[in-house]
């Protein structure tokens, strides 16, 4: 079974512009949640898709973050424009329907704003 | 909200040791309690969970602990070898849409 993909595995950019991740959950997993480590400090919370639906964006944090899960299976995480502060890594997990929190983890996007 | 404390940042331990991985939470509804190792450059990968209605879960050289009154939970490595050097974290969630994470614990194991 394959396991989380993530795209792209490491992103250099300047502030200001604008970068797009993606994330491909393991098939038939209906929740998806991205999550970000910025250095040396612990993985936080951005959000949950149930779907196509957003079930908890309480960790976004601001309007320049804009997640979508169109049709329920892949998700793209925009950021726009990118700030110093957006730079960590950005992880991708899903889990199964019967067992919404045991999530599985995929390998991460490092991002850098210069 | 829900915050998790985790200690210690960093373990060095020799071959064959043990070692121990504390955490505390802070939210007595928090139910469900997953480790996770992340190699270096790699996913992080779930290693051992353990929900609220039970004390204490084992599978082969690792453990997990809770103790509900206290709000702590812990790892045990025993026999310790260098491929279990990794960044553990613990995480604790209260619903089913988050896990609140420690801050992690790196893990070396020197031969």
């Known amino acids: 079974e394959a396991g989380v993909t993530q795209f792209p595995s490491h992103s250099v950019i300047e502030k200001g512009q604008t970068v797009t991740l993606r994330c491909d959950p393991i098939s038939g997993h209906d929740n998806l949640y991205w999550y970000r480590r910025v250095m040396g400090k612990e993985i936080k919370f951005l959000l949950h898709f149930v779907k196509e639906s957003k079930q908890d964006e309480s960790g976004m944090p601001n309007n320049r973050f804009l997640a979508e899960r169109t049709g329920g299976t892949y998700s793209t995480l925009k950021v726009q424009p990118a700030e110093l502060e957006d730079s960590g890594v950005y992880f991708c997990?899903?889990?199964?329907?019967?067992?919404?929190?045991?999530?599985?983890f995929g390998p991460g996007t490092r991002l850098t704003v210069l | 909200g829900e915050n998790v404390e985790q200690h210690p940042s960093t373990l060095s331990v020799q071959e064959g040791d043990s070692a121990v991985i504390k955490c505390t939470y802070s939210?007595?509804?928090?139910?469900?309690f997953p480790w996770y190792k992340q190699e270096l450059g790699k996913r992080p990968q779930l290693i051992i969970d353990i929900r609220s209605n039970v004390g204490e879960k084992k599978d082969q050289r690792i453990a997990v602990t809770l103790n509900k009154t206290a709000k702590h939970f812990s790892l045990h490595i025993t026999e310790t070898q260098p491929e279990d050097s990794a960044v553990y974290f613990c995480a604790a969630s209260i619903r089913t849409d988050k896990l609140i994470f420690g801050t992690g614990t790196r893990l070396q194991v020197f031969p």
């Open positions: 939210d007595s509804a928090s139910n469900y």
């Open positions: 997990a899903s889990s199964q329907p019967g067992s919404p929190d045991t999530q599985y």
